[in-house]
């Protein structure tokens, strides 16, 4: 099931299938499914790029790397001529005037974008229920959520609407969604994909992710977004171009968490955990249990230091210059407090008066630099662990996608299932969730050295190839 | 009772482009059109450090003896106002890039050092045009436009130091060209903190802070103003509040604009979109031998010329002005003539067109032209004087103009004795005077004697001569 890069790539070349007719069927599919992955569609564009590939192919034109490879790209990612959303009322009509780094380099390698993929509001979420277009299903069950907050991306990929897609994770919003939709999700070191024209949630800890069906396709896209942008000032320096197959497992020593079962983790996501490390330990690894002093206060430095970027991230959305603006209000004041009610939801409202409380001083901010504090602990501690051991693995999530709406009136369920995810965002590791077994199912997350992406990668196709 | 002044002031510095985009950083450009993605706050967007403004918050810092941080943060300082465009403004708050500096001015008891606590790095907001009909423009041209903050220690204790202190760091930071510092156009602008403190009853009032000063003149003004009203207050026994006031230049007096407590919590927070910034200890020391002299050194300088403290201080307030007197006092051979032509006759000028010396017509080598003219005795020093006058509009060449009008002055022994000769015949009753010991005769016969000369005949050589008659008699 799936599409492959590869075998799309070699039907083009060998005539078996023209770009147009495949990207057609793309968009049929996308209106047969009917998940709601997608927020806005480019068709007419996307359409007119297809037949210039096709030409090009046909005169044996030079093209590029991911020619004809067609994409749903986070509508939190800044697109020319393209609403960008953020699945926010305050952004319904905001059309940027520049493209994300990601953007131009995927529009250089002759890549086509479909449209822009459903999210929750500005990020923050879990499900996609907190869109202001609604809700995205998930492909394998459509009574069940597809995790998120990049829904409408994973959705797209495991519905077989786009080859490959652009999330962005802040605090899993990549691996977990991959998770609920079965397929792979990637969240790179902090650094290596740049965040121009990404909007921001927790600037510190977003980071665009790559979900697709398989391994070799997120290293196919990774080469030509990866690498050293001048306009990210956090971008690390150096190109991308890995490759894989050299990876063995034999001898290896991989750390695994210790006491996993006092995590409250599903039973099903439990004995699919249990079967992939049992197959690491076929694959010749040797896992050790450790354990992490300060995983236990993951979470809430997550919760902490997000929510205080997030006030100020959000800061800008003040309807003057762009987005939501509410002319009914007879001072400044009130134009900020009627174009900020109007257009944000209630999550991002309870985020950014999370993050203005924790920030403001008349308790000389003790939380959040018990947080900034707490960070560099879990990072110190993550990086100990790293340097003894090739890997991190656990659970993506600790949970089963559940059903839509079951849980959308419970503001505090999105900061409780992601406690593994969020260790790679504190500590700015890489991090790649695998599927385990067909359908509905656990995820594996593994976690390595910051920008050793490349061997975490191809440690990850090493275990993903035992599957078939 | 004592009073204490502190100032803020913020300074735009004149690097080319603004201080995380690189667009134009330009003074009075059509609105709105030096504006990009990110200074205008667009979703996405990231803040590029410009190189040239931490270089010039470096050298700001080392022209004020002031430590500077190797290692620092940016931050975030929040508040809503639409001329922010991202909801917050890129600051320092914990680690300002430069601490624990001084400028040195004088007081009534003596020179004194009035420490600078701080100077931080941040970025301008735009503007907002305030129509008549009720409608509010946003103009953000200097939107993101680099500033440096510099924070004194409350140490000045007159309105008159605080001017000093004022004058001579804008002198400074003009000196080492990192700002134009011109008030008028806010490239300098200046806040002011002041209270009284009553040491024997032990008693002080609430500090006032008073904004958007944007003269010398206003900042004095204020600062006497309120430290009035402080004294007065104590004096009453009056209670009194932490409050944020603005000066009125109509009414000539300050406005409360509200109390302090009710300001804005700004609730800093880490700016994570910039990296820790370090700063190589060897790139300051390089930054340190590269910076121009300073005023104060300078002033030593010309004193050790043998320029009196007072000439010495005037002629290094200004760069330009201090680079004319040097090359004119190497040119013509004599610092302390060079001092006096530029101070009584240049500076006149200067004053009265209210221009400083980069921005006059008058060249150096017609300058020095016309001193030589004097100094050779081709023309008197009136003649000079007039010319002066003229070509600091023109800037003409005074050798060709006294050439062409015959200004010369006249050297011939018999012509000169004979006008003599004949302004003593036709003045019997000054000579009388003079002889009754009225001197000021003395004066009248030159005078006479210069008018017979129509100008061109030399004062102090008539004097001589008539001086030589009356004696002989």
Known sequence: MGYKISEIQGKYLSGELRVEDFVKSNFNKIRENDLGSYISLDEENALEIARIIDEKIANKEELGSLFGITFAVKDNISTKDLRTTCASKMLENYIPIFDASVIERLKAEDAIILGKANMDEFAMGSSSETSYFGPTKNPIDKSLIPGGSSSGSAAAVAGDEAIVALGTDTGGSVRQPAAYCNIVGYYPSYGLISRYGVVAMGNTFDQVGLLANSVEDIVKVLNVVGGYDEKDPNSHEGQVDYKLGAYSFIGKKIAIVKDIESFNIDKVVLDDYYRALEDLKNLGAELVEVEIDHLKYANMIYTVLVSAEVSSNLSRFDGIRFGYHDSNYSSTQEMYIASRSGGFGDEVKRRIALGTLLLSSNNDQVRYKRGLKGRKLLRDEMERVLNDFDFFISPTSTKLPNKLGERKDDPLSVYDSGTFNVLANISSLPAISLPIREGISGSIQIISKRFEDEKLLDAAYAFERRQR | MKTLIGLEIHVELSTLSKMFCSCLNEFGSVPNTNVCPTCLGMPGTLPLMNKKAVKYAIMAGLAFDCDIRTDMKMDRKKYFYPDLTKGYQITQADTPIATNGYIEVDSEDG???????????????????????????????????????????????????????????????????????????????????????????????????????????????????????????????????????????????????????????????????????????????????????????????????????????????????????????????????????????????????????????????????????????????????????????????????????????????????????????????????????????????????????????????????????????
């Open chain 2, 111 to 473: 020179p004194k050092k009035i420490r600078i606590r701080r100077i931080h790095m941040e970025e301008d907001t735009g503007k907002s045009i305030h129509t008549d009909d009720g409608h509010t423009l946003m103009d953000y041209n200097r939107a993101g436009v680099p500033l440096i903050e510099i924070v004194s220690e409350p140490d000045m204790s007159t309105p008159e130091e605080a001017r000093e202190f004022l004058e001579n760091l804008k002198q400074r930071l003009k000196y080492i060209g990192v700002s134009d510092v011109k008030m008028e156009e806010g490239s300098l602008r200046c806040d002011v903190n002041i209270n009284v403190v009553d040491e024997e009853r032990k008693l002080k009032t609430h500090i006032s802070e008073i904004k958007n000063l944007n003269s010398f003149k206003a900042v004095t003004k204020a600062l006497e103003y309120e430290e009035k009203r402080h004294k007065k207050m104590l004096e009453n026994g009056e209670e009194s509040f932490k409050d944020t006031r603005r000066w009125d230049d109509v009414d000539l007096k300050t406005v409360k604009m509200r109390n302090k407590e009710e300001g804005n919590d700004y609730r800093y927070s880490v700016e994570g979109d910039i990296p820790n910034l370090h700063i190589e200890k060897s790139y300051i020391e390089e930054i340190r031998i590269n910076l121009p002299e300073l005023p104060y050194q300078k002033e030593k300088r010309f004193k050790d010329m043998g320029i009196d403290e007072k000439d010495a201080k005037t002629l290094s307030k200004n760069r330009a002005l201090a680079d004319f007197f040097e090359v004119t006092a190497e040119e013509i051979g004599d610092p302390k003539l060079a001092a006096n032509w530029i101070l009584s006759d240049l500076l006149r000028r200067l004053n009265e067109y209210e221009m400083e010396a980069d921005e006059m017509n008058l060249s150096l080598d017609n300058f020095i032209n016309l001193i030589k003219l004097a100094e050779e005795k081709v023309i008197n020093n009136n003649v000079a004087k007039k010319l002066l006058r003229e070509i600091f509009e023109t800037n003409e060449d005074p050798r060709v103009l006294v050439k062409e009008r015959g200004l010369g002055q006249m050297r011939d022994g018999d012509a000169l004795k004979s006008i003599v000769d004949e302004v003593v015949k036709e003045n019997p009753q000054s000579i009388e005077d003079y002889r009754n010991g009225k001197d000021r005769a003395l004066g009248f016969l030159v005078g006479q004697a210069m008018k017979k000369s129509r100008g061109k005949g030399n004062p102090q050589e008539f004097n001589k001569m008539i001086l030589e008659i009356l004696e002989k008699n």
